[in-house]
């Protein structure tokens, strides 16, 4: 079945504790993103991939990493995280040369994540 | 940036029409417009897309404005499971996406 997976779904942590949230797609996907979704603010871009080896910032990508070495793979890096990145964080992907404006996002079913 | 303006919320009965609007006055040539909706607890769906033409789907049709500058997603038969904030983004090649705040669809029985 064609999927975005990540993992944990849930993650409680401690302020400071670096942390992975993993993504991973099996579509051969060569565009990859994150977005965090809190109250009000809707979805909002972290980083994103147009293929391996190539990242970008998106809006708010400040206190977090990302990785692209395999295609498959996405994670997400907090280096130390704070309480105000508790948010609940979507992968997407999708395929076509270079992101392919036309092509469909496919989302993950999310991470919550709470920093105290 | 690209950005689209959507009501906050709509509501519609169960079996009538709903369409729901998206403003994107800033839109270029060769941005496509795509919508995706987002049920209670899950990832955002893609729902339909399209670039200047009307389109169909088996979920929804896509009505664009002749200048572009906004576009209509019609759900012809609302149902419960239709419940859900409806998204209406551009993308470009440059794939810094911008989603908003999104319409919330309520569907009553």
């Known amino acids: 079945e064609a999927q975005v997976t990540q993992n944990p779904r849930y993650l409680i942590t401690v302020t400071g504790k670096k942390l992975t949230v993993t993504c991973s797609q099996n579509?051969?996907?060569?565009?990859m993103s994150w977005y965090r979704q809190d109250p009000g603010l809707g979805l909002r871009q972290i980083y994103y991939?147009?293929?391996?080896?190539?990242?970008d910032k998106g809006d708010v990508p400040e206190g977090y990493k990302v990785s692209r070495k395999e295609k498959r793979n996405f994670p997400l890096i907090l280096e130390s995280p704070s309480p105000n990145q508790t948010s609940l964080y979507f992968c997407?992907?999708?395929?076509?040369?270079?992101?392919?404006?036309?092509?469909?996002?496919?989302f993950g079913n999310g991470t919550r994540l709470t920093v105290t | 940036d690209a950005k689209t303006t959507q009501p906050n919320s709509m509501e519609s009965n169960e079996e009538e029409p709903v369409h729901l609007p998206c403003n994107h006055s800033t839109i270029s040539g060769t941005d496509y417009i795509h919508w995706y909706r987002q049920l209670p607890s899950q990832g955002p769906e893609y729902v339909i897309h399209?670039?200047?033409s009307n389109v169909n789907n088996r979920m929804a049709s896509l009505a664009i404005a002749e200048d572009r500058k906004s576009s209509t997603l019609i759900l012809h038969r609302a149902t419960l499971r239709d419940a859900a904030v409806y998204y209406c983004?551009?993308?470009?090649?440059?794939?810094?996406?911008?989603f908003g705040t999104g319409t919330r669809l309520q569907v009553f029985p």
């Open positions: 997407a992907s999708s395929s076509g040369s270079g992101g392919g404006p036309y092509s469909p996002l496919h």
């Open positions: 983004i551009l993308r470009r090649n440059t794939d810094k996406l911008i």
């Open positions: 991939s147009m293929n391996v080896e190539v990242t």
């Open positions: 399209g670039l200047t």
């Open positions: 579509m051969n996907h060569e565009y």
